[in-house]
C-alpha cells in the first residue's frame, strides 16, 4: 500500500469512530427531546448518556480534521473555498449545542430549553455533515481555477443529497436507538430497554431502504463510483450478511424479562457500518473530491507523515489507558448507571 | 470588503474570544491543582470547598472554551487554506499532538467533574493534576505553531515548492522556548489575579459572616502568591522576549517601539502616538538610551530602526500603544500584588483596607486585558506577513465571497455566549452562596 493510501486509512478509522460517535451522541440527543413531554426513564437515560461523552465525540471532530489537514494539506484550499459555508454552520450549532449542555447541566433551570436544543442540533449536524459527501462526487462544482463555488440550486434539486441525509438520519437514530438499548439493558431498565428497542426494530428497515436509494442515485450522480462498488461487491454483500445478524439479534433468546441480545445487536450493527463506509470510501478511492482533487495531490511531504505516524502512535500509547478509566466509570460503573436521576454527582 | 479583511476581522475576534475561557482554562486549573493540594496536606475543609467552586465555575467557562476552540481550530483551515498547506507540511506535528492533550483534558474534567463523588482523595488531585497538565500542554503546542509563525524554520521554497522539510527544525525554532514560558507564565498569572478578584469583590461585601471572610481571605491569599510569582516570572521572561524579537524580528520591535532612526543609545519611548511624518513618537515619554539597553544588554547597543525597511512591510504602527499597555499592565500588577501581600503581612490581625480591596478587584480584568493586547500585538504586528517572510496574509486567505454572512453570524454567537456565560455564572453563584458549602455537613460537599 502506498504512503497516501495509508493516510486515508487512518483518515476513515476516524471518521468512522466519529460517525458512531457522533450518531449516538446526537441521536440520544434527539431521543432525550422526543422522550421528553411522556415523563419516562427514556429521556433521563439518553441524558446521562450524553453528559460526560459529549465532550469526548468532540475532540474527534478536531482529530478529524487536523488529521486531514496533516496528512493531507492539499485539501486545505477546498476546505476554505467550497465547504466553508456548510462547514461554518456545523460549527455555529455545535457551539450552542455544547454551551447549552454545560449550562444546563450547571443551571437545571435551562434543562428543558437544553432538551429541544439539543434535539433539534441532533438532526441539523449530521444532516449538515452527511450533505458534504455527495458534494465530494462531483458534479456541482462551478467556476475555474481560483474562483470556484459549490452549485446550490442543483445541489439542492439533486435526489442524491437527499437519499444521503435521509440515510445519515435514520442510520443515526437507529444506531443511537440500538446504543441506549444497549445502554438500559447495562443499568438494568427493562422498560427503557422495551422503549429503544421498538424504535431499533422500526428504523433498521428504513435505514436499509435509504441506503439502497443513496446506491442507486450514485448511478448517474457518480458512475466511477459505482464501477469499483461492482468489483467489490463481496463487502457490501458481507454487510448485508451483518446487518441482518444484528437485526435478528433483537429476538435473540435472552436470560432477561425481555428478549433480544442488544450488545450483539450493536456490535454486528456497527460491523456492517464499517464495511459498508469502506466500501463507499474505497470507491472513491482515488479522488478526495472529483475530479479535481486525488489523494496524491493533496499529500504532505513524507517526511511529515513519517513524523504524523509517531506521533499518534506515542499519543494512542497515552490515551488508550485514559480510555479504560473513563469507560469504567462511565459506561459499566453500576453506581452511576442505576442513579435515580441526572442528580447524583456531587458537582 | 474584500475576503481578505473580512477574513482577517473574522479570525482575530474569534481568537479573541477563544482566548478568553481558553487562558482561563490553563490557569484556572492551575489553581484548582492547588487548593486540592492544600486540602489534602492542611485538612482544612475551607480548601476544598475552594477546589469544588472554582471548579464549578471553570466547568461553566470550558461550555465555551471547548466550542469556541473547535471553532478557531476548524477556521484556521476554512479562511487560511493557503497557510494551513504550508503548516501540514511543515508544522503539523504540535497541532496533532494538541488533540491527545485535548483528549486527556476532556478525558480527565469529565471524570473529575462528573464522577468526584466516587473517587478517593488522591484520585481527586491525579485527575486534576491531569487536568491542568493537559490544559497547559495544549497552550504550549499552539504556541510552537505561533512562534514558528514568527520565526518560521525547518523548510525552504524553491520556485514556489515546499522542499528540505525538518520537522524539528520547525518545532525548535529560535522564539518558542521563550515565548512559550511567556505565554504560561501569563496564563497562570491571568487565572490567579481573576481570582484575587472576585475574592477581593466578596470581601467588600460587609454583611458576610466571619467563617465566609475567613474563607474569603485563604482564597485571596493563596492566589496573591501565585500571582505574584507568576507576574514576577512573566517582566523577566518579557525582557528576553523583547530580546529576541531584537535578533529575530528587528522590524516588530521598531514597530512596538516607535523607533524610525537605527541607532545606538535608542531611547524607549512611552506612550504617545508614532509619527510617520515627524519620524517619531509624539507625545510620549522618552527615556534616553532604555531601548538600547532593554533589547541588546548595554546602552550603547545598536537597535534597527523602522527607516531600514521597506515602507509596504511596516506593520500598522498603533502596535506600538498595545505593547506600552501590555508591558505597563505587567508592571502595575506586580505592584499591586507586592503592595497587598506585603500589607498582609504587616498588618496581620487587621482587615485590608477597602480601597486596597477595590483595587484588587480590578486585577483580573486588567490581566485578562493583557492577554488580549499582547496577542493582538503579536498578530498584528506580524502583519503583512502570515508566516514572517514567506507567505503574506494576502496569499494565506479564502478567496470565499461568503466570509461578510460569516462574520456576522459568528459575532451574534459570540455575543449571545458571552451573554449567557455571564448569566450562568451569576444564577448559579447566587443560588448556591458559599455558607453553604461551608456549613453543609462533613462529606456532602463532594
Ligand atoms: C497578562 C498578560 C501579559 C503581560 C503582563 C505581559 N505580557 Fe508580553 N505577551 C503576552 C501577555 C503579557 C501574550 C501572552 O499575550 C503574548 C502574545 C504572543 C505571545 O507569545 O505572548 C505576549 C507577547 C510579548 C512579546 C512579543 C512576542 C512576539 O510577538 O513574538 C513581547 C516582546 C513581550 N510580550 C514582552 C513583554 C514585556 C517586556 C512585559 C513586561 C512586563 C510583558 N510582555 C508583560
Ligand atoms: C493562544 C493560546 C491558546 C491557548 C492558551 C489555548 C488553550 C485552550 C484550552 C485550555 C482549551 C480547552 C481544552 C479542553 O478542555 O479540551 C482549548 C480548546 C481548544 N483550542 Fe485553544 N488555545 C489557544 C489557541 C488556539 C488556537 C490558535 C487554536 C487553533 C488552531 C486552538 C484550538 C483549540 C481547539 C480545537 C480546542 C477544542 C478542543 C476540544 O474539542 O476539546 N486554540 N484551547
Ligand atoms: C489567542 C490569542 C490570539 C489573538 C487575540 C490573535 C489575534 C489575531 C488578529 C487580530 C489577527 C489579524 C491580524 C491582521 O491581519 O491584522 C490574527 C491573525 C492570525 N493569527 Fe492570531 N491571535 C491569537 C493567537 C494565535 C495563535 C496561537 C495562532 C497560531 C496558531 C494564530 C494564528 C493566526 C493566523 C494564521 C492569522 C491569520 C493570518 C494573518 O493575519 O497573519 N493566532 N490573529
Known sequence: MTEPYVAILIIWVFLFVYAIAGAIDFGAGFWAMYYSKKETNATILANRYLTPSWE????????????????????????????????????????????????????????????????????????????????????????TGERQYILFDQLFTSPTLYTHIGFGLTTELFLSALLLSDYARESGSEETYAVYRKNAIILGPITLFFAITALLTLIPQAPWMVETMIDIWYLFALSLVAAAIGYSALWWPSKKQKPGRARVAVIFTVLQFGLASFGYGYSHMPYILYPELTVFDAFTDPTMFRWLLYGYAGGLALLVPAFVIFWRLFMKDKKYLQAESGEGNGY | ??????????????????????????????????????????KDRDYGV?????????????????????IVGVMLSLLWPGFMEIVGK?????????????????????????????????????SVAFVAFGASSSAFLINIAHSWMNTPRGFDVVDGAITDIDPWAAVLNPSMAVTSKHVLATAYMTGAFVLVSIAAFRLLRKTSSGQERAYHKKGLMLALVIALLASLYTATNGHSTAGMLHEEMPLKLAAAEGLFETQANAPLAIMGIPDVEAEAVVGGIEIPG?????????????VQGLNDFPQDEWPPLFVHTLFNLMVGIGFSLIGIAVLALGWAIVFRRRNLPTWLLVVLVTTGPLSMLGIEFGWIFSCVGRQPWTIYGFQLTSSAATNSGNVGILFFLFISLYIMLLVMTGLVLRYYFARNPVYKDLQAPQGEAF
Open chain 1, 56 to 143: 469526548v465525540t468532540n475532540v474527534f471532530l478536531v482529530l478529524l480534521v487536523i488529521a486531514i489537514v496533516g496528512f493531507f494539506p492539499g485539501a486545505a484550499f477546498y476546505m476554505g473555498t467550497l465547504m466553508i459555508l456548510p462547514f461554518s454552520f456545523v460549527l455555529i450549532l455545535i457551539a450552542i449545542r455544547s454551551a447549552f449542555m454545560v449550562f444546563s447541566f450547571i443551571v437545571k433551570k435551562y434543562t428543558k430549553l437544553l432538551v429541544y436544543i439539543s434535539g433539534i442540533t441532533g438532526l441539523l449536524i449530521p444532516a449538515l455533515m452527511i450533505a458534504i459527501l455527495p458534494m465530494a462526487i462531483g458534479g456541482f462544482i462551478g467556476g
Open chain 2, 290 to 302: 532604555m531601548l538600547s539597553w532593554l533589547a541588546t544588554g548595554s546602552s550603547d547597543g545598536v
Open chain 2, 1 to 42: 470588503m474584500d475576503s481578505v479583511l473580512l477574513s482577517r476581522m473574522l479570525f482575530g475576534t474569534s481568537m479573541a474570544f477563544h482566548i478568553i475561557f481558553a487562558t482561563l482554562g490553563v490557569g484556572v486549573t492551575l489553581m484548582i491543582f492547588f487548593a486540592e493540594i492544600l486540602h489534602w496536606i492542611k
Open chain 2, 90 to 126: 511543515v508544522i503539523a506535528v504540535p497541532f496533532q499532538i494538541e488533540i491527545f492533550a485535548f483528549f486527556l483534558e476532556a478525558v480527565f474534567m469529565s471524570i473529575y467533574v462528573y464522577a468526584a463523588d466516587r473517587l478517593s482523595n488522591v484520585m481527586r488531585i491525579v
Open chain 2, 50 to 70: 475552594m477546589a469544588k467552586r472554582w471548579t464549578k465555575g471553570f466547568a461553566i467557562l470550558l461550555g465555551v472554551a471547548i466550542p469556541s476552540g473547535t
